[in-house]
């Protein structure tokens, strides 16, 4: 069986919109090959709207889950028309998230997949997470399911994105949690210097950590959490931002650089994790990188260009590919709802 699905995802760090165009085959087990794959970065306007989203009313937010669902549709349209792709079997869209509550049995991404239809007249399978936080999931991380259906030849697979999740083989079934925030907060501290986001760790390598802080944040009742656990915006606006009054904003990217470094190789070590695959924008944080190894005797695998900038829409394209064929798509093993399941609404 061939399937070829365009997968899309935004990240909480707003980079842009990634669009991955692959192609799934399964025979003894499923097998892919990207076929295009591009980021369009956010106009300042579109940027500014999906990060004061969480501010917005009730019907402020339902008229922008409409506006962001045909800008997304327009979006692929123009991607399919560039590179003048056929054959698609289904467009599967991850949305933009807005809240994420899922104690409160809340999760949101919007992106309407109706107004992606509407704008490309595709089959669209949407809203992955709902689901799984009414069965008693956390609704996250749902990325473990293509690290165990394509890339389970590593003993773990971390990403390093607005926040850092990792997935791994634990008593024979698959667990994954969040680990740490990082771009969401690397990148606010940024903005102090006119950037978007810190090149290499340039900046943070130039200054000086602050052990109290360091500390503090360490000490946050998350990290000592078992799994499963997720992250969200609203956690770091409770924890984390209100921590970092009257600390220069160049030791505050030192510190909070050196802090995602002790939890990530943390987690690597007290888990004996020997190889792991590493993805995401925080992966060319080569300063953050170099940090980690000095933590752990652990191998830290960075792929090619394509793996690290798209992994995540690649594998939510696998999970429209998988709803499509009514196969299970999100692990019970890594969100903690109360069975696997096959996730997903198809427009």
């Given at each position: ?23 799934f085959?399964?025979?003894d ?13 956010y ?93 008693g ?13 394509l ?5 773990a ?41 810190d ?38 606006n ?99 709802s109360?069975?696997?399941h ?6």
């Amino acid at each position: 069986m061939i399937l070829r699905a365009l997968g899309l995802m935004s990240g909480t760090s707003l980079d842009g919109l990634d669009i991955c165009f692959v192609q799934f085959e399964k025979q003894d087990q499923w097998s892919f090959q990207i076929l295009k794959a591009e980021t369009i970065p956010y106009p300042k306007n579109w940027a500014d709207k999906l990060r004061n989203s969480i501010y917005l009313s009730a019907e402020e937010l339902l008229e922008l889950n409409a506006e962001y669902g045909f800008y997304l549709g327009k979006s692929v349209r123009r991607f399919i028309d560039a590179y003048q792709l056929k054959n698609i079997d289904i467009i599967s869209s991850h949305g933009h998230t807005v809240f994420h509550q899922p104690q409160k049995k809340i999760t949101l991404q919007i992106g309407d997949g109706r107004a992606i239809k509407l704008e490309t007249g595709l089959p669209v399978i949407y809203d992955f997470r709902t689901q799984d936080v009414l069965m008693g999931g956390n609704g996250a991380p749902l990325v473990p399911i293509g690290d165990e259906l394509l890339f389970s030849h590593y003993d773990a697979c971390l990403n390093l994105g607005g926040f850092s999740n990792i997935s791994f083989k634990y008593n024979n079934r698959r667990i994954a949690f969040d680990v740490v925030p990082v771009n969401i907060v690397l990148n606010k501290l940024v903005q102090e210097f006119g950037k978007d986001y810190d090149e290499n760790g340039d900046l943070a390598r130039t200054g000086t950590i602050n052990e109290k802080l360091l500390d503090r944040l360490g000490s946050l009742h998350f990290y000592r959490q078992g799994h499963p656990k997720s992250l969200g915006i609203e956690w770091c606006n409770d924890h984390i931002f209100n921590s970092f009054e009257n600390i220069k904003a160049i030791d505050l990217l030192a510190t909070f650089t050196e802090h995602i470094a002790q939890q990530i190789s943390n987690v690597i070590n007290d888990n004996a994790l020997k190889n792991i695959l590493f993805t995401g924008g925080g992966t060319y944080n080569t300063f953050l990188i170099e940090k980690i190894r000095t933590k752990t005797s652990a191998e830290i695998i960075i792929p090619e260009k394509q793996i690290i900038d798209y992994k995540e829409a690649l594998i939510f394209a696998l999970m429209g590919a998988l709803k499509l064929t009514n196969d299970i798509n999100v692990l019970s093993s890594a969100t903690g709802s109360y069975r696997d399941h096959s996730s997903g609404i198809i427009a």
